[in-house]
């Protein structure tokens, strides 16, 4: 029985989606894949379909109206996962900043070592960031300090979108109670997850900048992790987190 589930969310990765999904499948452990699409221009969810014909029972596909945020994917995701045998569930993005060898690094962090979040962790032996200006590596590497200071979190990589959790860690947290839409929702679950006593644990990887395709990150997507740290924590301090 395959165990572990990697959930991709995708919007306009249509120069990315068939090689990831072909990379995933040929690590040494099975997973299956779920493609939550937004609504994509470029066929993305097309060419997906066409790859389900090759990879029956292994490759599975949600489809949405419209681009809705990546926090409300990974929770259609977890959710469509819950509702099925999976035990080790995956955040992955499409564009191989993530590499899909470290999947199986994650996966024994939680199996082997017990942890109950395993973070892909960008900071946790240095900055281990490949073709980003440094601008943005500062920005990111400034942003994790600032969540980490602001919520008292002994994670280097608050940021991070590259995670494994436990089956039982999704099934505690409220997914209805999760606010945020943009980054601020890795911030969020990791929060609410340490608010548990969940054990997270970082795993070091290299996070290499996509070649294909466009960024997503925006202003706003910024401003909502910003000022939504500092709303988390405040509600945490008078027992107000719902989670």
Same mark, same amino acid.
């Given at each position: 029985m395959v165990k572990g589930l990697i959930i991709i969310p995708t919007y306009n990765e249509i120069e990315n989606i068939e090689r990831i999904i072909r990379n995933v499948f040929s690590q040494q452990r099975k997973f299956h894949i779920l493609v939550v699409d937004d609504n994509s221009p470029d066929g993305t969810a097309t060419r997906v379909r066409t790859l389900q014909a090759e990879f029956q029972d292994s490759l599975f596909l949600?489809?949405?109206? =419209?681009?809705? =945020?990546?926090?409300?994917?990974? #929770?259609?995701?977890?959710?469509?996962?819950?509702?099925?045998?999976?035990?080790? #569930?995956?955040?992955?993005?499409?564009?191989?900043?993530?590499?899909?060898n470290d999947l199986i690094r994650l996966y024994n962090t939680c199996k082997r070592d017990n942890a109950d979040v395993a973070i892909g962790s960008r900071y946790i032996t240095g900055v281990n960031v490949i073709n980003w200006p440094m601008s943005r590596v500062l920005m990111s590497w400034l942003a994790s300090k600032y969540v980490q200071f602001i919520t008292g979190m002994d994670i280097q990589d608050t940021t991070a979108g590259f995670v494994c959790y436990k089956r039982e860690v999704l099934e505690r947290i409220n997914l209805d109670k999760i606010h945020f839409v943009g980054y601020a929702f890795q911030i969020e679950m990791k929060f609410k997850a340490y608010l548990l006593n969940y054990k997270i644990v970082e795993v070091p990887v290299i996070f290499t900048d996509r070649t294909k395709g466009t960024s997503k990150m925006s202003g706003s997507i910024i401003s909502e992790a910003v000022f939504g740290v500092i709303n988390l924590k405040m509600k945490s301090l008078f027992n107000k987190v719902e989670v």
């Open positions: 949600q489809e949405r109206e =419209g681009k809705l =945020g990546l926090g409300t994917a990974y #929770i259609l995701g977890f959710k469509w996962a819950l509702e099925r045998h999976y035990s080790y #569930i995956f955040e992955m993005d499409a564009d191989f900043s993530h590499n899909p």
